[in-house]
């Protein structure tokens, strides 16, 4: 029996066709926005349907694409280094990339604390805003906590 690997895993499926979907929805609300702009209308609410899709697109996207390892590689560059500046770059770049995400994640429980209690709503839509912020919340903790987990298993396979 073929052992299942996480990119064949139902929930890196689903997050990747969730953050695919959310990402082309965003792309047509911009440019149907856009076109409306020229004939002289607006699309009511785009804007605030945009910043809550925003945090979707991070929630499904960039953790499916995590799981999946999906990201763009820079290969053409760090090709041209040493085992060992290939080592050191990649740990400098996954602590230093874990502790923007840590802030990220800091930042978004401190407003996400700060506001849930409001009732928060967008102005046009009347949509909820506490579930989006507490889902990057979450998104910000699971980036920061793979790539420290990256920098662990790199530094697993060095020595």
Known sequence: ?????IENTWICKILLIVGGVSIISLMMLIVGNI???LAGFIIPGS?????QIIPVIGGAAI???TLYGAHVSVDLLTSRFTPITKLYV????GVLGACYWIVMGFAAAFTALRNS???????????SVPPFRWLWVAVSIYVAIHLLVNVVHTLKRHN
């Open 1 to 5: 029996m073929a052992q299942e690997t």
């Open 117 to 127: 209690g409001l009732g928060e709503t967008t102005e046009l839509l009347g949509l």
């Open 47 to 51: 804007y605030e349907l945009a910043e």
């Open 90 to 93: 990649s740990v400098f770049v």
């Open 63 to 65: 953790v499916g694409a």
């Open 35 to 37: 076109f409306f702009r």
